[in-house]
């Protein structure tokens, strides 16, 4: 393979894992940033004199869902694990996926139709009632 190739199997294919983790990160980061947002816009309107006295409230933006679809090319690779002694015990398999893409389907000469599809809903929920006592 060549190191093009190497470069763009290593930036594609990652454990189905760490791709989900990614995607609800982006998702969390993309509230916070909806909410840093409506904060800094509530100060500015209580710190303006002129708008102060009318007594007007930030909009606040919540993201209660989102649903995604990923077409992907998924592939098992076998990890060794290792005692505290580096004996090896066995195999963990790990899934990877790559995102269909231009790219990939080039590279590999990958046929899409043998393609894998995950759905997934990602869902905003209350804290739990602990978290809210303290």
């Known amino acids: 393979m060549t190191d093009t190739g190497e470069e763009i199997e290593e930036i594609l294919v990652n454990p189905l894992s760490k791709i989900m983790r990614e995607i609800g990160s982006s998702v969390a980061e993309t509230q916070r940033a909806l909410d840093r947002n409506s904060i800094r816009t509530q100060i500015e309107l209580e710190s303006d004199e002129g708008l102060s006295e009318y007594d007007l409230q930030a909009s606040w933006y919540h ?13 098992i690779k076998l990890e060794e694990e290792r005692d505290l002694k580096g004996r090896l015990r066995g195999f963990k398999p790990i899934l990877n996926a790559a995102p269909l893409n231009a ?32």
Do not use: D, W
């Open 63 to 75: 993201i209660p869902e989102v649903e995604f679809e990923l077409k992907l090319s998924l592939t």
């Open 103 to 134: 790219s990939h389907n080039t590279l590999y000469n990958y046929n899409v139709q043998g393609s894998s599809c995950i759905k997934a809903r990602i869902v905003s929920i209350p804290a739990s009632a602990k978290l809210r006592e303290e």
